[in-house]
């Protein structure tokens, strides 16, 4: 019985062991968010270097750190709506390109900031195209009723229809935009997850 005894407390001290082990090493999911808490730090402005930041981690860790980074950099590379996800946009790829240093991550960047510059292009581009034929085509009942043109502006958004064919429009051009940002951020992960 004493044998026994003997051999639950070397199973119970060497439990005791690996317990207090696994509190002093983070999980994964902690590197992960202390990834995701460093990019915000950067995107915010109060770091102004990833790659020097993640040099400054536990090797060991460096790799779930980063991962975080790029993750939270990734999201914020948003179609640009207004004036501030631009920005924010372009400080996460000049996160990303940091954080990857290779100049095959930098010609990925280099196109996703593209398609975010030709993004507003195109919905200005759109919606003129809409209003242009809205206003013809008003134009035209007028002019089949018999009425004088009208001497104020024919504004296009007064039309009954014109916020529906907007929203369609617009959500055809995002959702074809944010495909080809998903497949660039795709590329991005491939090439972040292989060794460096």
Excluded: W
Excluded at 42 to 53: N, W, Y
Excluded at 93 to 117: D, K, M, N, V, Y
Excluded at 122 to 142: F, G, S, Y
């Amino acid at each position: 019985m004493a044998e026994i005894k003997s051999t639950l407390d070397m199973v119970m001290e060497r439990a005791a062991r690996m317990a207090a082990a696994s509190d002093d090493t983070p999980d994964d999911d902690d590197l992960l968010k202390t990834g995701m808490r460093l990019a915000a730090e950067f995107l915010s402005g109060r770091t102004s270097d990833l790659a020097i930041v993640l040099k400054e981690q536990s090797p060991s860790q460096q790799s779930a750190i980063r991962k975080g980074m790029l993750e939270t950099l990734l999201r914020n590379v948003t179609l640009p709506r207004d004036e501030s996800l631009k920005t924010t946009g372009s400080l996460a790829l000049r996160g990303i390109i940091s954080l990857g240093g290779s100049s095959p991550l930098a010609g990925i960047c280099t196109e996703l900031q593209q398609i975010l510059e030709q993004y507003n292009n195109h919905k200005e581009q759109t919606i003129q195209q809409l209003d242009n034929a809205i206003r013809a085509q008003l134009e035209q009942q007028m002019a089949k009723r018999g009425g004088q043109p009208s001497k104020t502006p024919i504004n296009p958004a007064m039309h009954p229809q014109y916020k529906e064919e907007v929203a369609r429009m617009l959500s055809d051009l995002n959702g074809q935009y944010n495909q080809a940002l998903d497949q660039r951020k795709d590329m991005i992960r491939q090439y972040m997850a292989q060794p460096a």
